[in-house]
């Protein structure tokens, strides 16, 4: 390996999707020299083509604390990083169909705020027509979260690697980690160009995770599924929050240029060996059929176009965030479910913060790699000495 070829720093981030990207942004605006090194381009995978759902409502109770806090970063965004990712505070409302529906609404909401959560509010019928005149008129409820929203995902992570950029951070992309390996206290890390020397590893890559986590002896049971959107041809107005629904799969956005993304974890197939997602037609026909149940105006929309992206799942549906239990100065965000493009934000701040050993009010032990094997011996996390920098840029 030539020395031209080789880098150094103190961190090194692998993956630049949202959490790749938020992570180093939130480390490089705390001082430390931070470098990301992304398999294809940033914003290639899930983070680039999701529907863009800035969700807090329906989401699993360990997640709360942290997507709440996430959006309010989402809020921030344009004073942040200067450029607010297309994000528009629409408000998201989850319909109930039938009495037995809104019923379950209720005891999520009751439920929540037995919790202390107030974020989700329980509506009845009237109020769903106040907030959406168009929509069926068999919809009886629902829930409504009125300070989420959407963004528009490739300007959302563009916006978080200009930032990064701007404070410093080489993003090197075409650069595939394959080996990562531990010796003394720094990682070395080869693509198949260049090799990379770092004081601290952060792994986000997504779907491919799991295969780096493996490299250290850390097996997790996180796999891959292809996920499905179409976008619709334009349309006049009418529909300003995102929409999903209680008793059927949806997730369903109209843009201001009038184009209606549907969604809602529609799984598709997968080529994951060729790093791509393949549609299903027959089940995004289902999902089309749904909404024109709720919108019957929308019959002849055509469909622009339909694609699949590759997304990490675990076993328990929740992420994993934090640090290895099996080798030092190794952070892991991956497995999102989902549902991990709200959490880009707020959870790169907290894993930066938990790098350098700083005190956060919300906890990540929810989102623990060793929560699958009941618990094993925990290595302590050393926290970063960024004062102490082993590179330049
Ligand atoms: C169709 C679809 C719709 C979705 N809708 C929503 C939504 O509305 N709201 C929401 O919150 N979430 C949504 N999600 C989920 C969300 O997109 C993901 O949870 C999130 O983007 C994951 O971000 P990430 O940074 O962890 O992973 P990714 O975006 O997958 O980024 C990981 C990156 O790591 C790179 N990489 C992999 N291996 C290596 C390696 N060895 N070396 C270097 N780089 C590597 C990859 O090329 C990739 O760019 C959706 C996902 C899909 C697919």
Not at 92 to 107: I, T
Not at 167 to 184: D, F, K, M, W
Request: charged residues 15%; proline residues 5%; negative net charge.
């Amino acid at each position: 390996m030539s020395e031209s070829s080789s880098h150094q720093s103190d961190v090194l981030v692998i993956g630049g999707g949202i959490h790749g990207l938020s992570t180093a942004f939130h480390l490089a605006q705390r001082g430390v020299n931070v470098r990301v090194i992304e398999a294809e381009y940033c914003g290639r995978h899930a983070s680039g083509v999701n529907a863009g759902g800035v969700r807090t409502l329906g989401r699993h109770t360990p997640e709360i604390p942290l997507a709440l806090s996430s959006r309010e970063l989402w809020h921030e965004l344009r004073q942040v990083l200067g450029d607010d990712g297309g994000f528009v505070p629409s408000g998201q409302l989850k319909l109930a169909e039938s009495p037995a529906e809104l019923q379950a609404c209720r005891e999520r909401v009751e439920h929540l705020q037995a919790l202390g959560f107030s974020h989700e509010v329980l509506v009845d019928q009237q109020q769903v027509f106040e907030i959406i005149p168009t929509v069926a008129p068999h919809v009886v409820g629902g829930i409504w979260v009125k300070d989420d929203g959407y963004a528009v995902p490739y300007k959302a992570v563009t916006a978080f690697r200009r930032a990064a950029e701007k404070l410093g951070v080489p993003v090197h992309e075409n650069s595939p980690a394959q080996r990562i390996e531990q010796t003394g206290n720094h990682w070395t890390v080869t693509t198949t160009g260049a090799m990379y020397r770092a004081e601290h590893l952060v792994v986000t890559a997504g779907a491919w995770a799991g295969e780096l986590a493996a490299q250290v002896g850390e097996a997790v049971p996180v796999h891959p599924e292809g996920l499905m959107l179409m976008v619709t041809h334009r349309v006049a107005p009418f529909c300003a929050p995102v929409l999903g629904a209680t008793g059927r799969a949806l997730s369903f956005k109209q843009f201001a240029n009038g184009t209606v993304v549907i969604g809602g974890k529609l799984m598709g197939s997968l080529d994951f060996p060729a790093r791509h997602g393949e549609v299903d037609m027959a089940r995004l026909g289902t999902s089309a059929r749904t909404v024109t149940d709720l919108f019957p105006h929308l019959k002849h929309l055509g469909v622009n176009r339909v694609w699949a992206g590759v997304e990490a799942f675990t076993a328990d549906d929740l992420p994993v965030i934090g640090a290895s239990r099996k080798a030092s100065n190794l952070s892991y965000s991956f497995g999102f479910c989902g549902s991990g493009f709200q959490m880009g934000p707020g959870t790169g701040r907290r894993l930066a913060q938990q790098i350098l050993g700083e005190h956060s009010d919300i906890s990540l032990d929810a989102f623990a790699i060793d929560r699958f094997n009941n618990g094993a011996a925990a290595t302590p996390l050393m926290p970063l000495q960024h004062s102490s920098t082993i590179a330049q840029h």
